[in-house]
């Protein structure tokens, strides 16, 4: 059985109307159970991907599409969109363009009832998905009357309600408080080490997020740059700035401007820290750790 969730080749895609293309030959794979990270600046293609990924483009969206798009084996462009909502669950960024239910537990059981699922087994499934989530008090609530991290679980909960093996989330901790924020990405985390999600996230905070990635993919004007493990991502001179998390980027100006060089001969060069803790069991100071 093979162990690719998601396989994009030569994918090309131009919006009807544009002068540019959105996405430019990127080809990738995705692996099953990776957390992969998404970034780049504001119209580097990342929500376009996600997209493709989800069928909605070409489904959906007018243009020209090249390439090819594999999800678990079936190709995008010859099966239905409400078919590959049994693969793929999305999530957008603003989930007000998403919710459109009564209550809570109405906008989770909506994708369960356009199949058919029996009342017994929805009802189950929502049960399980509100307590999951951590919703269960707010079930009868209208999703228009709760807060916006309350709505992002909703939509996650009704994007789970298929039992998808691949996640997708487009910015989702944009508009989020920091705490809802973590509570999101705390719940991807343990959708991902749990119960073996593929979970696809576009970001442009990198600090919330960048312990949970298995997988970094850097774009830039519609192509990929970089694909990788995130530390040696990070690492690479052609990664932006701008764009790294503040971890490493004070790790970059304490080792560029801070230490002598024999303050730093014991420092394994192949190891980046990304947070706190291991920055300081990485840096030295007279001889000694700072912890």
């Known amino acids: 059985m093979s162990r690719i969730a998601v396989e994009l080749k030569n994918v090309y895609f131009k919006y009807k109307n544009s002068s540019s293309y959105a996405l430019s030959n990127v080809s990738l794979n995705i692996a099953k159970g990776d957390f992969v990270l998404l970034v780049g600046y504001s119209g580097s293609g990342k929500s376009t991907l996600l997209k493709c990924i989800n069928g909605l483009i070409p489904n959906f969206y007018s243009g020209f599409f090249g390439g090819k798009v594999i999800i678990e084996g079936i190709n995008t462009l010859e099966t239905e969109v409400a078919k590959l909502a049994q693969r793929v669950g999305m999530v957008f960024q603003n989930p007000e363009n998403q919710l459109s239910s ?13 199949f058919g699922v029996p009342l017994q087994e929805m009802k189950k499934r929502v049960q399980e998905l ?6 269960e008090n707010i079930r009868t609530k209208s999703p228009f009357s709760i807060s916006g991290g309350e709505q992002q679980l909703t939509s996650i909960a009704a994007a789970l309600a298929l039992d998808p093996a691949i996640l997708v989330l487009d910015e989702v901790t944009a508009h989020l408080s920091p705490r809802s924020a973590m509570e999101i990405l705390t719940l991807l985390n343990k959708l991902n080490q749990k119960y ?9 905070r990198l600090d919330r997020c960048i312990n949970y990635a298995s997988k970094l993919i ?3 004007k519609g ?3 970089a694909c990788g493990e995130p530390r040696e991502i990070l690492q690479q001179k052609s990664f932006p700035k701008e764009l790294l998390p503040k971890i490493p980027a004070l790790y970059n100006q304490i080792k560029a401007h801070s230490l002598s060089r024999d303050e730093f001969s014991q420092v394994d060069s192949n190891f980046y820290p990304l947070t706190v803790p291991e920055i300081m069991k990485t840096l030295q100071f007279g001889g000694r750790r700072l912890d």
């Open 102 to 114: 009564l209550s809570v537990e109405q906008e989770i059981a909506f994708p369960l009832e356009n």
């Open 130 to 135: 509100l307590q999951l989530l951590k919703i």
């Open 196 to 204: 073996q999600k593929t979970i696809i996230i576009s970001e442009h």
């Open 218 to 220: 850097y774009l830039e």
């Open 223 to 225: 192509k990929v740059k």
